[in-house]
C-alpha cells in the first residue's frame, strides 16, 4: 500500500505537541492591524490550542503520521488491576 501524503499546507499551519494536542496560530493578525483595537491584538498573539472535534479532523486528515496511537492494556494487566 503506498505512503499516505502529509497535506504541506498543514505543515505550515499546524504543530503537535508531545502529548498529541494540536497548536496553531491566533488567527486575526494577518493584515488591517490599524482597524483593530490594541485589546484585540494583544489576545491574538502566540499560539493556541485547537477545539477537540477539529483536532481530531486535522490529524485524520491533513497529518496521518503525527496522530499518537493509544495503547490499551494488554489481558494479563487488565486483569492485574
Given at each position: 500500500?503506498p505512503?499516505?501524503?502529509t497535506?504541506?499546507?498543514?505543515?505550515?499551519?499546524?504543530?503537535?505537541t508531545?502529548?498529541?494536542?494540536?497548536?496553531?496560530?491566533?488567527?486575526?493578525?494577518?493584515h488591517?492591524?490599524?482597524?483593530?483595537?490594541?485589546?484585540?491584538?494583544?489576545?491574538?498573539?502566540?499560539q493556541?490550542?485547537?477545539?477537540?472535534?477539529?483536532?481530531?479532523?486535522?490529524?485524520?486528515?491533513?497529518?496521518?503520521?503525527?496522530?499518537?496511537?493509544?495503547?490499551?492494556?494488554?489481558?494479563?494487566?487488565?486483569?492485574e488491576?
Amino acid at each position: 500500500m503506498p505512503k499516505m501524503k502529509t497535506k504541506s499546507g498543514a505543515k505550515k499551519r499546524f504543530r503537535v505537541t508531545a502529548s498529541g494536542k494540536v497548536k496553531v496560530k491566533q488567527a486575526k493578525m494577518r493584515h488591517m492591524q490599524m482597524n483593530k483595537p490594541k485589546s484585540m491584538k494583544r489576545k491574538a498573539k502566540g499560539q493556541t490550542n485547537l477545539c477537540t472535534p477539529d483536532e481530531r479532523k486535522v490529524l485524520q486528515n491533513w497529518l496521518p503520521y503525527k496522530r499518537k496511537t493509544r495503547k490499551t492494556p494488554k489481558a494479563s494487566e487488565a486483569q492485574e488491576a
